[in-house]
T-cell receptor, first 113, second 115 residues
């Protein structure tokens, strides 16, 4: 079991550029979550999917953020255009959807300059 | 909506000493409860979880936690800490029911181990 796989591990981009973060959940997990972690705000749930369908995107901060899950094995989080205040670590997590807890990926550290 | 409070931002403990990290939650029913640990530059790893039954839960790395309904608490304990336990610890509450199971996390407690 390779766990939840996120790419890239680090991303540095200039303000205004488009950024795409990628996540491969654990096979068989039917829920997928995107979190953002900052020193100031801690862990924030951005959006979660159940069976590839977005269930709650109320945590997405602005229209600049969008997420997709075209199939059970892949999800993307896109920021367009990016801003310096988007700098954070973005985590993807997946679960069986039965409340048994998440498995987290190692995260993508995003720096927008 | 559920919420989680971890009142201690930082805790310093000597190696070999006992540890207790506090967690209080707010939720209208019996929740699912979790403790996660995050080492620097890493993702979050599940230490233990409570769903129902025995209120004392054993986890990995020698950790345990006790669910106290009357106090709305789920404190994490370890009888003797090791230097490798230095990390950020997060308590989380989950919502019972079917479908997606979003967790709400506390702000975390940073554990420092003194030699």
């Amino acid at each position: 079991d390779a766990g939840v796989i996120q790419s890239p591990r680090h991303e540095v981009t200039e303000m205004g550029q488009e950024v795409t973060l990628r996540c491969k959940p654990i096979s068989g997990h039917n829920s997928l979550f995107w979190y953002r972690q900052t020193m100031m705000r801690g862990l924030e749930l951005l959006i979660y999917f159940n069976n590839n369908v977005p269930i709650d995107d109320s945590g997405m901060p602005e229209d600049r953020f969008s997420a997709k899950m075209p199939n059970a094995s892949f999800s993307t989080l896109k920021i367009q255009p990016s801003e310096p205040r988007d700098s954070a670590v973005y985590f993807c997590a997946s679960s069986l959807g039965d409340g048994s807890g998440y498995t987290f990926g190692s995260g993508t550290r995003l720096t927008v300059v | 909506a559920q919420s989680v409070t971890q009142p201690d931002i930082h805790i310093t403990v000597s190696e070999g000493a006992s540890l207790e990290l506090r967690c209080n939650y707010s939720y209208g029913a019996t929740p699912y409860l979790f403790w996660y640990v995050q080492s620097p530059g890493q993702g979050l790893q599940l230490l233990l979880k409570y769903f129902s039954g025995d209120t004392l839960v054993q986890g990995i790395k020698g950790f345990e936690a006790e669910f106290k309904r009357s106090q709305s608490s789920f404190n994490l304990r370890k009888p003797s800490v090791h230097w490798s336990d230095a990390a950020e610890y997060f308590c989380a509450v989950g919502v019972r029911g079917g479908g997606a199971d979003g967790l709400t996390f506390g702000k975390g407690t940073h554990l420092i181990i003194q030699p």
